[in-house]
């Protein structure tokens, strides 16, 4: 619903059934080109609240990177981002773990992995006590739970988890179950999305995607997760009209019914 306004796009939301969302990048840049971010946030909040809507996830700045060499500029940017999404309630905030610039400048794993530590301890320390989890997310080059697991050891914050991107993970070992069950407690948000196994198509479940959802499920239950199931699949909706686009979302409360059912029933070994 990207060429709705941030307000439209909680209303139509709500009028298809759906009560629970994330906050897009594009949708927040909207919010914070209008000023304050706490003023802008909690005017969100207040309409998604007044239509039984609730924003709990957020994706942070998509195209940042953490271990930009512009370290302050990029530490003030993001903490902009945590104010209206601490306004806004959300309780999971995804961020890539960053790295590109300081590969194209040759720097050394080890050094890339200490600036990635030293700004998360920063970023995490800003929104402390706020209900707020910073949840990394698996990307091509940093995406396998055993990527993860040392940034969240180093960090040793309580508000640093994980986002599972199945999408992402498909393109990698494809071990969904493995993932969530090794992340367990950190495991904080999803973006439910599928692919081929090449590309980050982002398609809706039960497509001509090859994600493994009985696993992704069956993890997700044996681990007793409580965040959000996030569908992250914008290639179902580019170039797509308006009325068809309204039709997949209802039509997502099938699927979404089928993937609660693969929950009590799914394999996680």
Request: glycine content about 12%; overall charge negative; charged content about 20%.
């Amino acid at each position: 619903l990207m060429d709705q306004t941030p307000e439209e796009m909680v209303q139509t939301f709500a009028a298809h059934g759906w009560r629970h969302l994330e906050m897009s990048d594009e949708h927040a840049k909207v919010l914070l080109e209008r000023g304050a971010p706490a003023a802008t946030g909690e005017a969100l909040r207040a309409l998604a609240d007044s239509h039984g809507v609730t924003i709990r996830q957020g994706h942070l700045w998509l195209q940042c990177d953490l271990c930009a060499r512009d370290g302050q500029a990029l530490l003030d940017a993001l903490r902009t981002w945590l104010d209206l999404f601490v306004a806004l309630g959300i309780r999971a905030a995804v961020l890539h773990p960053g790295g590109r610039e300081m590969v194209e400048d040759g720097a050394s794993p080890k050094a890339i992995q200490g600036v990635r530590l030293e700004r998360l301890v920063v970023l995490c320390d800003h929104v402390r006590g706020a209900g707020l989890s910073i949840c990394l997310e698996n990307i091509p080059g940093c995406n396998e739970i055993g990527d993860l697991l040392p940034i969240i050891d180093g960090v040793g914050r309580e508000n640093l988890g994980i986002c599972l991107d199945t999408g992402h993970l498909n393109m990698g070992s494809g071990d969904q179950a493995g993932f969530i069950r090794s992340a367990g407690a950190y495991l904080r948000a999803t973006h439910l999305a599928a692919n081929e196994g090449q590309t980050d198509q982002h398609l809706m479940p039960f497509g001509r995607g090859t994600v493994d959802w009985r696993a992704v499920m069956g993890g997700l239950n044996a681990i007793g997760y409580q965040g959000l199931l996030n569908y992250e699949i914008p290639g179902e909706s580019h170039g797509v009209p308006l009325p068809i686009r309204l039709a997949k979302l209802d039509y997502l409360h099938r699927v979404t019914d089928y993937l609660l059912a693969l929950a009590s029933t799914g394999d996680a070994a």
